[in-house]
């Protein structure tokens, strides 16, 4: 997990290097499903993963997919003007809308703290939020963007964890990935549109373009083992820590570095977060001696 901590600002990195170089954020993203497919598909061979799946799990894998897609457009068009810890802050106020959609699609029961700790957590972001809003404009939301369709991304990927492979699901969705990116470049090519006017990269374009791509398929590979060996309630507070990372690596690349508003909106997500997850853990042994 904190492998996953350390490579996935890389990844944020990488795009942000890409886009400012001058590629469209579409493109960003149809390399990230590209390469991402090409990287894994050694280790679904190695593995000799069954690579069939039923047309239930194909739907919801391409479902899973646009979720993505989305999520990954809307981050990389916030990094592309506004730093990336900055940018890492606001999605992360994605745990609490997971919890309200969780509540919501399947029943789960959210008691009145939890839904206090969501709102301090929406609060915080808005920290970090308004003086983004005031130096970059209305782009700032973008993030906030990347919250909601990652919170649909994670419902998903819950509702077919069981019937598939961890590996092969995100194989699967990287290939499902391409499969709608690369259609979506070829129609908007030459249309003047500039985040999906595709270019041809030139220089350092593919160092940047292959960095999305390899970190993102590290980075998940980590996550995935992490979720193998130990459950989320566990890892889940170190997931804060790449929020430390990105800082770190958006001063030592970009010379960026949050103000004392953004600070204090990434104290209270922090602190939101870490809260909701102590409550998850207090009902989940209560659960358990119910049960015992």
Not at 270 to 277: E, F, W
Request: with cysteine.
């Amino acid at each position: 997990m904190l492998a996953f901590c350390v490579l996935a600002p890389l990844l944020d990195v990488s795009a942000k290097l890409a886009a400012e170089a001058g590629v469209p954020v579409g493109q960003i993203t149809t390399a990230r499903f590209i390469l991402q497919g090409l990287l894994m598909l050694p280790v679904v061979l190695v593995m000799r993963l069954q690579w069939a799946v039923s047309p239930r799990i194909a739907f919801m894998v391409t479902l899973r997919a646009i979720w993505l897609i989305l999520s990954t457009y809307s981050f990389v068009s916030g990094i592309a003007v506004m730093p990336v810890a900055d940018a890492l802050a606001i999605a992360f106020v994605e745990p609490f809308i997971l919890l309200i959609l969780g509540s919501t699609i399947f029943g789960d029961q959210v008691g009145p703290r939890r839904i206090g700790a969501c709102i301090v957590g929406f609060c915080g972001a808005l920290l970090v939020i308004q003086p983004s809003l005031a130096v970059f404009g209305w782009v700032a939301l973008w993030p906030l963007g990347t919250a909601f369709f990652f919170a649909f991304y994670m419902l998903t990927t819950r509702a077919m964890s069981a019937h598939i492979h961890p590996v092969t699901m995100q194989m699967h969705t990287s290939l499902a990935g391409a499969a709608i990116c690369l259609p979506l470049l070829w129609i908007f090519d030459g249309s003047g549109i500039a985040s999906l006017d595709a270019i041809t990269p030139s220089g350092l374009m593919w160092l940047w373009l292959f960095g999305v791509g390899f970190w993102a398929a590290l980075s998940h590979i980590c996550m995935t083992y992490a979720l193998k060996f130990a459950p989320s309630a566990t890892l889940a507070p170190l997931h804060y820590f790449e929020i430390v990372i990105a800082v770190a690596l958006g001063y030592a690349v970009f010379g960026d570095f949050p103000n004392r508003m953004t600070w204090a909106g990434i104290t209270v997500i922090v602190a939101s977060g870490l809260y909701l997850i102590h409550r998850e853990r207090i009902n989940a042994r209560a659960r358990r001696a119910t049960i015992a």
